[in-house]
């Protein structure tokens, strides 16, 4: 698992319209071929008349899967030059289908290749991008009498707080870079003079907004 990864927010779609011809960038995660396919067949059957659904997708740790498709657009005019959007973001595990409907006024090879690259870099602005972040997930247990001082010290030290559980003593679960592991325990025994208990959660991914 990577420790920290560029991909989109969210799914989400943005129109231009470049010389009467509309181009909808629809943009989505794609974490298998398979999903990327299915996002890009979805979109085919939403605009089953428009003149092109071109597409384009790059997944895996080390962008193993890279896939462009014109969609009858003169070759390298248009999938080839959405996935270099991709590539240039830094993106992983997104995938990008751009839809044309013809206007009537013909753009040449260039013009396309600029009008493809244009429309997915868009349709990425629209939705954002994050930077996701492996995380460990650190657990403490504390007596109710701990909560205040330790609730501000966390926040005061920038960690972010998961979640907080109320049972016979109070259970607060605290994302931690995997890194830092050591040194938040022993910040905690500290702060608590020894009255937490400090433990590995499970691994997984922190989102943070990049744009």
């Known amino acids: 698992m990577l420790p920290r990864y560029l991909t989109v927010k969210t799914a989400g779609s943005h129109e231009i319209i470049i010389q009467k011809s509309r181009f909808i960038a629809h943009v989505n995660r794609a974490e298998t071929e398979e999903d990327a ?11 089953w008349n428009a003149t092109h659904n071109c597409s384009a997708y790059l997944i895996g740790e080390n962008d193993l899967i890279q896939k ?3 969609d009858g657009e003169p070759s390298g005019t248009a999938g080839i030059p959405m996935l270099e959007v991709l590539k240039k973001r830094g993106l992983k595990d997104t995938v990008v289908v751009v839809t044309r ?7 040449g090879a260039g013009g396309l290749i600029r009008a493809y690259g244009r429309a997915a870099s ?5 939705v954002g991008i994050v ?3 492996l995380m460990n997930v650190m657990k403490i247990g ?17 960690f972010l707080v998961k979640n907080i559980h109320y049972s016979d003593q109070v259970e607060i679960d605290v994302y931690v870079e995997s890194e830092g592991t050591g040194q938040f325990s022993d910040l905690i025994t500290e702060l608590t003079n020894g009255q937490a208990d400090v433990s590995d959660g499970p691994q997984e991914y922190l989102e ?3 744009n």
Request: glycine share 8%; net charge negative.
């Open 142 to 158: 504390i007596d109710y009498t701990w909560l205040g001082k330790l609730e501000n010290e966390l926040r005061n030290q920038k």
């Open 68 to 70: 462009a498709n014109d």
């Open 101 to 107: 409907y013809f206007g009537g006024i013909k753009l």
């Open 122 to 126: 868009e349709g990425i602005d629209a």
């Open 131 to 133: 930077e996701r972040r």
């Open 208 to 210: 943070v907004d990049v």
């Open 37 to 47: 396919q299915a996002f890009i067949q979805s979109i085919k059957k939403e605009h």
